[in-house]
Each structure stands twice: as structure tokens, then as C-alpha cells.
């Protein structure tokens, strides 16, 4: 049985952190709204990530796989689009190289 409400609990905590990335409210806010502490969101967040092996957080990347004659559409929060045909390597390249430096620049340190 503990196992069963231990997945119950990480479910409800996966929803309830889909949903913190969905506002634009702080943790604190976030969690004062939820009726959570905020020690137990980052410690949530954490055992989280570790468990799927990503570091979405870090990154805000989320992995995908790439289909040789599709294209990659992206749709960020603020609305604006990006459509590159992944037969175009050069084109790929250019657009995460400049996501990449455009990301490291947001978080204050240098691109991978």
C-alpha cells in the first residue's frame, strides 16, 4: 500500500507542478495558493527530475525526437512561432545555436 499512495502522491505532484509552469506567479505565491509549503514544492521538483533522469528545470528543454522528413515547430509562451525543416541541418543548427545563447544569456551564464 505505501508504494500505491507514494505514486498517488508523485502523480498529484507532476499535475500540481505542470500547473506552476503554467502561471506566472512565484513559488511562494504558487504554493500559498495550493496550500503547500515551499520546501516541499523544491523537494517535489527535485526527486521529480531525478526520478525521469532530465534536467528540465536547468534547461527548459524537454526531449524529443526528430522524424528525417518532418519539421520542428515550436510555440513559445509569448506567442511567437518557429517552423525549420530538419532537412535543412544548417538551418537546425543556426536555430539552437541561437536558442542556446539566448537561453545562457537569460540565466546569466555561457551557452553548452
Known amino acids: 500500500m505505501a508504494g500505491s499512495l507514494d505514486s498517488r502522491?508523485?502523480?498529484?505532484w507532476q499535475r500540481r507542478l505542470r500547473r506552476f509552469?503554467?502561471?506566472e506567479q512565484s513559488v511562494a505565491e504558487f504554493c500559498r495558493q495550493e496550500g503547500v509549503s515551499a520546501p516541499s514544492f523544491y523537494q517535489?521538483?527535485?526527486r521529480l527530475t531525478q526520478r525521469v533522469g532530465l534536467t528540465e528545470e536547468a534547461t527548459g528543454f524537454r526531449p524529443v525526437r526528430l522524424i528525417p522528413s518532418a519539421s520542428v515547430f515550436v510555440q513559445l509562451?509569448?506567442?511567437t512561432q518557429l517552423h525549420?525543416?530538419?532537412s535543412?541541418?544548417?538551418a537546425l543548427?543556426?536555430?539552437v545555436d541561437t536558442l542556446s545563447h539566448?537561453?545562457?544569456q537569460r540565466a546569466g551564464g555561457r551557452p553548452c
Do not use: I, N, S
Not at 502522491?9 to 498529484?12: D, G, L, M, Q, S
Open 77 to 79: 509562451p509569448g506567442g
Open 93 to 95: 543548427r543556426l536555430v
Open 44 to 46: 517535489w521538483r527535485k
Open 9 to 12: 502522491k508523485a502523480r498529484e
Open 88 to 90: 535543412d541541418a544548417q
Open 21 to 23: 509552469q503554467a502561471t
Open 102 to 104: 539566448a537561453d545562457a
Open 84 to 86: 525549420v525543416p530538419t
